[in-house]
């Protein structure tokens, strides 16, 4: 009986950190999204980081269903999302990168940033000259 209460109580501290690291770093996910699109593909950045969340969840909640009907214990299923964290962890060190705008082939650096002089919410007609001016 103790050796049960020590395991679920060790299971329950870290679920509560990985509750807080999640709560800590979800902040970060749309200010670093909208960062690395800039301003003319953050939507379609977002969309799509949307999308893939949402195929995660399904795959998860049926990946951890196999799990436990192949094994009978919810042990094995932690394990693999603990796997798939370790792994997107690592992808976020060695992968990502510096934090900063990504320039599209088709844009040079300066292209990249809206031009806002003034307000710091650019009118009508200099959202359609910044348009007009990214699309040649």
Not at 16 to 25: E, K, P, T
Not at 52 to 69: D, E, H, K, P, R
Request: hydrophobic share 45%; charged share 10%.
């Amino acid at each position: 009986m103790g050796e049960h209460l020590c395991r679920t109580y060790v299971l329950r501290s870290a679920v509560d950190v990985a509750g807080a690291g999640i709560g800590v770093s979800g902040s970060n996910m749309w200010p670093t999204t909208q960062t690395l699109a800039g301003p003319h593909a953050s939507g379609r950045w977002t969309g799509l980081q949307c999308g893939f969340a949402n195929y995660s969840g399904v795959l998860a909640a049926t990946l951890t269903g196999m799990i436990v009907g192949r094994t009978g214990h919810f042990a094995p299923a932690f394990a693999v999302a603990m796997g798939f964290g370790l792994l997107g962890a690592a992808c976020w060190v060695f992968i990502v990168g510096p934090i900063e705008l990504v320039v599209w082939p088709r844009q040079t650096p300066r292209e990249a940033l809206p031009k806002i002089s003034g307000d710091l919410a650019p009118g009508p007609a200099a959202v359609k000259a910044m348009l007009d001016r990214n699309r040649t």
